[in-house]
């Protein structure tokens, strides 16, 4: 589904040597690597934000391009550990970004809320809460849920559980790595990803 081939990137100095790695669908990836070593610039390389100085990345075994990556955002989940708090309140935000003419189509029950809700051990009165009033691991929450709701099935998540307690990363790292329609690229240093019979690991600290 998604292949890194022969990347070299540099910031300043080599990030990226050579580097190749293959996903194929329904594969669960973590990267895991010491600050620098390049996590977030690979996500944001299959997102079309950075481009790589020499080498490919491919989508369905296509070059992506400028017109390519739009296809692959739309059926590709972001969640980055860092969600903004800004003046609204959950279900505020997520109705907003439902409106999104990309995401129009959708149109998530509230049974189906209600559900995704309880799989993150949210309460139901949740999406009244404004996100200035929440906790980092609650605001990661909030995107999360978003993500899920968008009904996508490629997911990549940048260390989504860093700011939550262990029963609770548990919970959301079950979610992912064992939903089989599920494709996941994820940035991880929390053993409970990194242990998990799914999961499998590029590190690199040796893919420099």
Same mark, same amino acid.
Request: glycine share 2%; with cysteine; proline share 2%.
């Given at each position: 589904m998604i292949s890194f081939e022969n990347i070299f990137l540099s910031w300043n100095r080599p990030i990226f040597q050579d580097f190749n790695l293959e996903i194929l669908p329904g594969q669960k990836w973590i990267l895991k690597g010491a600050s620098g070593t390049g996590k977030s610039s690979l996500l944001k390389m299959l997102l079309g934000f950075v481009r790589p100085d020499k080498g490919a990345v491919r989508f369905e075994g296509q070059i992506l391009d400028s017109q390519l990556v739009w296809d692959l955002r739309r059926r590709a989940a972001y969640v980055s550990q860092d969600i903004p708090i800004i003046d609204q309140t959950a279900g505020e935000t997520l109705s907003r970004i439902l409106n999104y003419k990309a995401n129009r189509h959708l149109s998530p029950s509230q049974t189906e809320i209600m559900m995704h809700l309880d799989s993150l051990a949210l309460p139901e009165d949740f999406l009244t809460t404004p996100l200035n009033k929440m906790s980092g691991g609650e605001r990661q929450r909030v995107g999360i849920l978003i993500a899920l709701l968008l009904? +996508? #099935?490629?997911?990549?998540?940048? @260390?989504? %559980? =860093? /700011?939550?307690?262990? @029963? %609770?990363?548990?919970? *959301? =790292?079950?979610?992912?790595? %064992?939903? @089989? +329609? *599920? #494709?996941?690229? /994820?940035? $991880?240093?929390? @053993?409970?990803?990194? +242990?998990?019979? $799914? /999961?499998?690991?590029?590190?690199?600290? !040796? !893919? +420099?």
């Open positions: 009904d +996508r #099935t490629i997911f990549l998540l940048d @260390e989504i %559980t =860093a /700011a939550l307690d262990s @029963e %609770t990363s548990q919970l *959301i =790292a079950q979610r992912f790595m %064992t939903d @089989e +329609r *599920i #494709t996941l690229l /994820a940035i $991880a240093h929390d @053993e409970i990803w990194l +242990r998990h019979p $799914a /999961a499998l690991i590029c590190d690199l600290g !040796n !893919n +420099r």
